[in-house]
């Protein structure tokens, strides 16, 4: 089983910055990738950022150029930086794993981020 823990977030104005972070422990050794993903009140989750083992990343059309996904040498740890803070932005940001059969997605509990104009 993989555990996801999240920390960060919280409370910022439009246009600042926030940064988040993901711990990942357990079995983690199928794992090929992990992301953020969010979720605002009344609206489906949808990704934000992925990044691979490989450091292939991707992001979402809404936070290119804002947001920067990173991980740790260990892999086990990924963060995003938030920059340019918009309210639109407000939303829980989960962090979930990829891998290979049916073993994923895992994901974190969630965290707040709410972005006040």
């Known amino acids: 089983q993989v555990q996801l823990v999240e920390s960060g977030g919280g409370l910022a104005q439009a246009g600042g910055s926030l940064r988040l972070s993901c711990a990942a422990s357990?079995?983690?050794?199928?794992?090929?990738?992990m992301g953020w993903y969010r979720q605002a009140p009344g609206k489906q989750r949808e990704m934000v950022a992925t990044i691979t083992v490989g450091d292939t990343v991707d992001y979402a059309k809404s936070v290119k150029g804002r947001f920067t996904i990173s991980r740790d040498n260990d892999k086990l740890t990924i963060y995003l930086q938030m920059n340019s803070l918009k309210p639109e932005d407000t939303a829980v940001y989960y962090c979930r794993d990829f891998c290979p059969g049916g073993e994923c997605p895992h994901w974190g509990q969630g965290t707040q981020v709410t972005v006040s104009s």
């Open positions: 357990g079995s983690t050794s199928k794992i090929y990738a």
